[in-house]
């Protein structure tokens, strides 16, 4: 069965300090990774997908299957970065679910 | 910009009762999902519907649970018989698909249950 591992469950770091969020997975496949982000009092939103190879909001991730990690990064973390994060597989096709990483909270000290 | 609807967002229930959450996915989706996260763990999958029936289900999903797409637009978990264990944040959420590639999901607010 996939797991997703997201070691840290706490990350404080200083406003226009780099940022990385960790993830790891396992799973024999092919898989599509995910990040979502959860602000204060809000819905998890997609922020990015490994597919799509974009940068929102100044986020990247970068898929890399020999060390099947999926980790988050940002040159320069703002105050509003602050939010929990979790990194999500899926194993794709289908309506299959996501299987979710437990969350690292992000906090990002003025 | 359309969104996941759930309601209630906060259930309070005795333990042994029916509880039923309701959700109203983005209208032109085509999949729809529930998840949990008892506080302080990880959210987990619990179902996926499309085409009026379970797609996929995991091991949390016993034959307590069951869901339902009444109308054209509701779509709800019953929970028949509620144990203590069932307190949870339930999210439920949708996506479409594109050119058949399935969408990222779009998540509702979430019900917060507890049982007592």
């Known amino acids: 069965a996939q797991r997703v591992t997201q070691p840290e469950k706490l990350l404080s770091v200083f406003k226009g300090a780099p940022v990385e969020l960790k993830c790891n997975y396992s799973y024999s496949g092919s898989p599509e990774l995910f990040w979502y982000v959860q602000y204060s009092r809000q819905r998890l939103q997609l922020l990015l997908r490994?597919?799509s190879r974009e940068s929102i909001k100044g986020f990247t991730a970068d898929l890399n299957k020999g060390e099947t990690s999926f980790h988050l990064k940002k040159p320069f973390a703002q105050e509003e970065d602050s939010a929990m994060y979790y990194c999500?597989?899926?194993?794709?096709?289908?309506?299959?679910?996501?299987?979710f990483g437990k969350g690292t909270h992000l906090i990002i000290q003025p | 910009e359309p969104e996941v609807t759930q309601t209630p967002s906060h259930q309070v229930t005795q333990m042994g009762q029916e509880v039923i959450l309701r959700c109203v996915p983005i209208s032109n989706h085509l999949y729809f999902y529930w998840y949990r996260q008892i506080l302080g763990q990880k959210v987990e999958f619990l179902v996926s519907?499309?085409?009026?029936?379970?797609?996929?289900k995991s091991e949390i999903f016993d034959d307590q649970f069951s869901v339902e797409r009444p109308d054209g637009s509701n779509f709800t978990l019953k929970i028949r018989s509620t144990k203590l264990e069932d307190s949870a944040m339930y999210f439920c959420a949708s996506s479409d698909r594109v050119a058949s590639v399935i969408s990222p999901l779009h998540f509702g607010n979430g019900t917060r249950l507890t049982v007592t």
């Open positions: 490994h597919i």
């Open positions: 999500a597989l899926s194993t794709g096709g289908g309506a299959d679910g996501l299987t």
């Open positions: 519907f499309y085409n009026n029936e379970i797609s996929e």
